[in-house]
Structures are given as structure tokens and as C-alpha cells.
């Protein structure tokens, strides 16, 4: 069926977070469809790691070309909309929250993972200026879409795509696995790059205030900061608290399999927006406790879920109280192989054949 469609263009420079994942998702899904289909990346996506992954699992159909001239967002896709029946920017929020949108000719989609940074701007007020600007948008050419939490895609707002599983390009014979650590202790996992908002070290103070000798914890992603890890690592030392640090890229695939050996996942994230992780466990069908974000509370609200405000207090009077395999797991469960992420692309490129 492939060729049968006119030509979409697949545009995604970056290749920090799940850039790449979602671009060969919806570029297979596109080609699956029967569109004529080319992901449009950069040198620097193309030789790092999160390529060097995602890149194996795009499909033969898909024409792969890696841009050299490294030309802004805003400049490659006004080139390839000129080129192709549409193309769509999966780094939509650098296209249109930028100063000089360019007027297109309605055969783009600019998909938005998150909202402006309008710091200290309330979250109320953040909502109403993404709207104006994805407003604004609309009123250049640009058709938006923007991805959807669990929260938003329950509550069937349009102009909106589900965010997909992280485990979306796996392969479907993994599921049965399902590793163990060592007994003798509950461990909470924190998964993703170890930044200051990812909640680090209010989870360690919280194990300490619980007072149970009992709880690990599994901090499993890269550290941006080498002081924030070496904190994190003389705090748990000093209060013998178990600690598994793991300070490196992981696969999708090691990903899994880490969320899969502890008793519990830990979501803490302070920025607003979708939630890999949080994705990752509704799949998987794991334990959450979640707190921070307004967005987060929202998630773990709508699909029943343990939330509480970030400090370490309301966290150890979880902890304190109950095993971490008796914390809910998410009643959400994204599509196994990311089909509703594409097919809100495939609607809205089809009405227009």
C-alpha cells in the first residue's frame, strides 16, 4: 500500500527525551497508512545515542534523510513544506512559540509537547497563553496538535494526540519477562535523566522520615549534574538507606526491565506536561506514586493513583504506612503499539486527500 499517499514529511532535529521515539513512531505508522513517508533529521540526532536505537526500528519503507546543512527548525520546514504534501514538526512548541512565525500554506503540523516556559507565570495563566499562541498559529497555516496526558486524552479534548508508551517499538514476545531484585527489600525506582526536577533527593528524605529500614531506592538514568548525584549518594550512605544508581543512556528495552524489577515507581516531576514514566508504568500495569506537578496530580487523579504534594513529609506518611506493591496501579492503559498516537495524524491528513 506504501506510495499510494502523496509525500509527508517527518521533521525532527533534536534527539534529547523521546524526540526520536515519537518520529520513527509516527513515520511507521505514516508509512504503515500508505503515505509515501521521509524523517527528516539532523547530523548531530543522527549520531547519538537515542538514534542509535530508535534509528534500527524504522521501517524499510520510510526514506531516512539526515540533513548536513543543519538549517534552523523554522527554515527546514519551510523547505520541505514546499516539497511535500505535508510536513509535520514534532518539535512544534521551538516552531511556533518563537517570534516570526512564518505564514505556511496549511500543510503543516506542529505537534506540542509542552507548554511555553513562562515562568513564574501560574499554570492557569501558562494554559491561556499556550492557547493564544497555538491561536496564532493557526492563524499563519499552522495546524497544531498537542500531546495529551492521560488526564486530557479521558476527557476527549479535540486537538489532541495521546502520548504513547514508551514501550511502543518493542517487541510484543517481551512481555512475559518480568526480572526481580533480590528480596529483603521494598525498592521504589526513579527513572529518566536525573535532573533537579525529577525529584531525587525528596524521595531519599522521604524513605529516611518514614523510618522504615526496609526501603531502596533505584535511581536508573543519566545525572546532568555530578554534585546532585554525589548528594544524593553521601545522603543515602549516611542514613544506610539501599541505593541502585545507574548513571548512563538506557534503552527502551533496559528501561523496561529496570521498572519491571522494583516494587514501585516514583513520578515526582515539578515541570507540567506528559509523563514518559508515568506512561511506561500504566503500560506495564506498576504501582505509582506520584506527586508534584499540577498536570501529574491531574494524571494520577483520573486513573486512581496515589498523589501527594512533593514534600518529603507527604511522601514518608505513604511510605510509612503501607508495602509499595499495594500502592494502585494506573487504570489508564495507552495503546500497545502507539496506533492512537498516529491515527489522529492519518485523520486529519486524510480528510484533506
Known amino acids: 500500500m506504501s506510495g499510494s499517499f502523496p509525500l509527508v514529511s517527518v521533521i525532527e532535529h533534536g534527539h534529547t527525551g523521546h524526540r526520536l521515539f515519537f518520529a520513527v513512531l509516527l513515520a511507521n ?13 539532523s547530523a548531530t540526532a543522527s549520531q547519538s545515542p537515542q538514534f542509535a536505537e530508535y534509528g534500527t526500528r524504522l521501517d524499510s519503507a520510510v526514506n531516512l534523510c539526515v ?16 516539497q511535500s504534501r505535508w510536513a509535520i514538526a514534532l518539535d512544534g512548541e521551538a516552531l ?35 492557547s493564544s499562541l497555538l491561536r ?10 498537542s500531546l495529551a496526558s492521560p488526564s486530557v486524552v479521558l476527557a476527549r479534548r479535540p486537538n489532541t494526540v495521546p502520548d504513547p508508551s514508551p514501550f511502543s517499538l518493542l517487541s510484543p514476545d517481551l512481555a512475559h519477562e518480568e526480572p526481580r531484585l533480590p528480596g529483603g527489600t521494598e525498592w521504589i525506582g526513579i527513572f529518566g535523566g536525573m535532573t533537579a526536577r525529577k525529584g531525587s533527593m525528596a524521595l531519599l528524605r522521604a524513605v529516611a522520615a518514614s523510618g522504615r529500614r526496609d526501603l531502596g531506592v533505584s535511581m536508573i538514568g543519566p545525572w546532568t549534574d555530578p554534585a546532585d548525584k554525589a548528594q544524593a ?39 507540567e506536561g506528559s509523563s514518559g514514566v508515568f506512561l511506561g508504568s500504566c503500560s506495564l500495569d506498576l504501582p505509582v506514586l506520584a506527586a508534584g ?9 483520573a486513573t486512581g493513583v ?8 507527604g511522601l514518608a506518611s505513604v511510605l510509612a504506612g503501607r508495602a509499595l506493591r499495594s500502592l494502585p496501579s494506573p487504570s489508564y492503559r495507552p495503546a500497545p503499539h502507539g496506533e492512537d498516537f498516529v491515527e489522529p495524524f492519518v485523520r486529519l491528513m486524510h480528510s484533506d486527500l
Do not use: C
Open 29 to 41: 505508522g505514516l508509512a504503515a497508512a500508505g503515505y509515501r513517508t521521509q524523517l527528516i533529521t
Open 67 to 82: 540533513d548536513v546543512t543543519q538549517p534552523d527548525l523554522k527554515a527546514s520546514v519551510e523547505t520541505y513544506a514546499e
Open 96 to 130: 511556533i512559540y518563537q517570534r516570526g512565525l512564518p505564514a505556511m500554506r496549511r500543510n503543516v503540523i506542529a505537534l506540542v509537547l509542552h507548554s511555553p516556559d513562562l515562568y513564574p507565570l501560574r499554570p492557569g495563566f501558562k494554559r491561556m497563553a499556550k
Open 136 to 145: 496564532r498559529a493557526q492563524r499563519r497555516g499552522i495546524l497544531t496538535v
Open 233 to 271: 549518594i553521601n545522603f543515602a550512605t549516611a542514613g544506610s538507606i539501599p541505593l541502585r544508581l545507574r548513571d548512563s543512556y538506557v534503552s527502551t528495552e533496559q528501561l523496561r526491565q529496570e521498572m519491571l524489577a522494583v516494587d514501585a515507581v516514583a513520578v515526582l516531576n515539578s515541570n
Open 293 to 301: 506537578s499540577e498536570s501529574l496530580r491531574r494524571d494520577a487523579h
Open 306 to 313: 496515589t498523589w501527594v504534594s512533593g514534600d518529603p513529609q
